[in-house]
């Protein structure tokens, strides 16, 4: 019996150091991740749901693929390198959730929304702004974003291998990129807003020309809450897919800058 038992302890001192890899991978990136790494959801839910995903991303992997020697366990080092690899898959898919966000406060601001139920809500963003981010994780929650996701972390074990720190250099290059990536979705969701601002400003200002009289302001700022509302109307049912269409390409490889 003790026998048997020494025998089998090589291999489940093995398998834990697995399931610690994968839940350091899986819980750095629900710090960030969308839906699943919200504010307003409590961390013991978060800390379940981690564990729900290492539970099933654990048996799918091998020794081998992580590098781990059986009977051996793993320096320091290598818990820190998954930590980091995690976090990056999550400030990826986070990054592509605050285009839309700040596509809604461009939005709100173009078309003076901005301070509507602005300082009323947790973070402080304009409605429209928070109507299409919970709108977006909505629709990324209902096509299967947790399948997705257990697909991305098993994915990523081929490009950040564990146990490797991703080199700086390109970690900053890449960062710099999906930055510049975010704010040219946030730009092209928001340009219906963008176009509409900029034609109202000039009828304005050829109105208060010709009729200076004519206080325009009291007539102008109606008609651009009016306009900026039914433009979110007709406009989200666009907005979304396009959106969504992106999530879902850096959802297949977060680490590929479009």
Known sequence: MIAALADLFPALQTWLALA???FLRVGAAFLALPAFGEA???VRVRLGAALAFTMIIAPALSADMLGLTPGEMPPTRFYLTEATSGLLIGIALRLVVHGLQIAGVIAAQATSLSQIMGGALPE???AMSNLLMLAGLTLAVMSGLHVHLVETFLQSYSILPAGVF????DAAAWGVARVAATFSLAFSLAAP???ASLL????????NKAMPQLMVAFVGAPAITFG???LLLITAPFILPLWFAAFEATLSDPFVVP
């Open 20 to 22: 610690a890899a994968v």
């Open 40 to 42: 307003f959801i409590p």
């Open 124 to 126: 402080a963003q304009p």
């Open 166 to 169: 991703p080199l700086t250099g």
């Open 193 to 195: 807003f963008l176009i």
């Open 200 to 207: 109202y400003n000039v009828a304005l200002g050829v109105i």
């Open 228 to 230: 900026g509302l039914f």
